[in-house]
């Protein structure tokens, strides 16, 4: 199975502030790779597909990088909506789907 | 505008067989464009793929939950369903149903899970 990581687990930031959130991926899944954020008692929901791609209807704030095992979602400006935790999921395997364990984004 | 909706009971006894169903409206379920899929999250925990079914009937799982997962869809009634025996406490969950993206344009690779339901919460007590 693909082990997906997420660094930090938790982080604290102020609005405005320039957040990012890496994912590692045990092996190597070229760019299947996507980024969810889910909020307390929602559902998660998609931002960043394909490592890069901005899912339909996601503010541009957000942003996704990287390749290979290495990968990282950034959001430019923080937003008193985007408190939240944020996972990262491989759809490499299509044997078996894996999400990272997640990242808290909270208020400083 | 696609929406998703689980439906089923609350709560299962120990041994027993949780039986979900995902209603699937403003879109179809007879579409070789997507993969219906369902996932699951224990309280305060992440998230856990359970498996997969393609309109066909062709279905993929998890394999630390194979042995006890079944996967069904209807056309007819744009809806699939997931089936999961012999359940314990460690099964108690948030289930939630997702669409996965799969061919579109010609073009045929898993993209993310863009379409969600808000969840069923599941406990598995006596």
């Known amino acids: 199975d693909i082990q997906m990581t997420q660094s930090p687990s938790s982080l604290s930031a102020s609005v405005g502030d320039r957040v990012t959130i890496t994912c590692r991926a045990s092996?190597?899944?070229?760019?299947?790779l996507n980024w969810y954020q889910q909020k307390p008692g929602k559902p998660p929901q998609l931002l960043i597909y394909g490592a890069s791609s901005l899912q339909s209807g996601v503010p541009s704030r957000f942003s996704g990088s990287g390749s290979g095992t290495d990968f990282s979602l950034t959001i430019s400006s923080l937003q008193p909506d985007d408190f939240a935790t944020y996972y990262c999921?491989?759809?490499?395997?299509?044997?078996?789907?894996?999400f990272g364990p997640g990242t808290k984004v909270d208020i400083k | 505008q696609v929406q998703l909706q689980e439906s089923g009971p609350g709560l299962v006894k120990p041994s027993e067989t949780l039986s979900l169903t995902c209603t699937v409206s403003g879109g179809s379920v007879n579409s070789d464009s997507y993969y219906w899929s369902w996932i699951r999250q224990p309280p305060g925990k992440g998230l856990e793929w359970i498996g997969h079914i393609y309109y066909s009937g062709s279905t993929n799982y998890n394999p630390s939950l194979r042995s006890r997962v079944t996967m069904s869809v209807d056309t007819s009634k744009s809806q699939f369903s997931l089936n999961l025996n012999s359940v314990t406490a460690a099964d108690t969950a948030v289930y939630y149903c997702?669409?996965?993206?799969?061919?579109?344009?010609?073009?045929?690779?898993?993209?993310?899970?863009?379409?969600w339901g808000q969840g069923n919460l599941v406990t598995v007590s006596s």
């Open positions: 997702a669409r996965l993206p799969y061919c579109s344009g010609g073009t045929c690779r898993f993209k993310g899970f863009d379409y």
């Open positions: 092996q190597s899944i070229s760019d299947y």
């Open positions: 999921q491989q759809s490499y395997n299509s044997l078996i789907f894996t």
